[in-house]
């Protein structure tokens, strides 16, 4: 299943995307994978995880809510850390599908033009 673009889960056996889809999925996986190795992302998550921790552990065993609460901030970065890696690994399988297709048509091409018809499918 893929994400898309409004956060729907996607079949691998829908419709296939547009071009204009593709790029999209494409351009957020970019940038997705720029956010994950920023150092400020990075520095600001390891931040927060750490202030999480520091509030579990001075907290009372007694106090639930809050633990519970600070299971819920732990699970949220989490889920918003898992979005972008998905990101990422969606744009790189539209990458890796576009560059097979791309071979695909260019050993055609090719093909044709040792056969002499000298077509150019471009």
């Not at 699970?75 to 790189?92: N, R, Y």
């Not at 539209?94 to 000298?118: A, C, M, P, W």
Request: glycine content about 4%.
């Amino acid at each position: 299943m893929t994400q898309s673009r409004k956060g729907e889960s996607q079949d691998d056996n829908s419709e296939p995307l547009s071009s204009e889809q593709q790029h999209r999925i494409m351009e957020v996986g970019e940038e997705a994978s720029r956010l994950l190795q920023s150092p400020v992302y990075n520095l600001a998550y390891r931040n927060v995880m750490d202030g999480i921790f520091h509030n579990f552990i001075e907290s009372h065993p007694k106090e639930e809510k809050l633990r519970e609460s600070l299971y819920y901030q732990v699970q949220g970065l989490k889920e918003v850390t898992m979005l972008l890696a998905t990101s990422v690994a969606d744009a790189q399988r539209i990458r890796t599908e576009l560059d097979e297709e791309n071979s695909v048509d260019r050993k055609y091409q090719e093909h044709l033009s040792t056969q002499g018809f000298g077509l150019e499918l471009n």
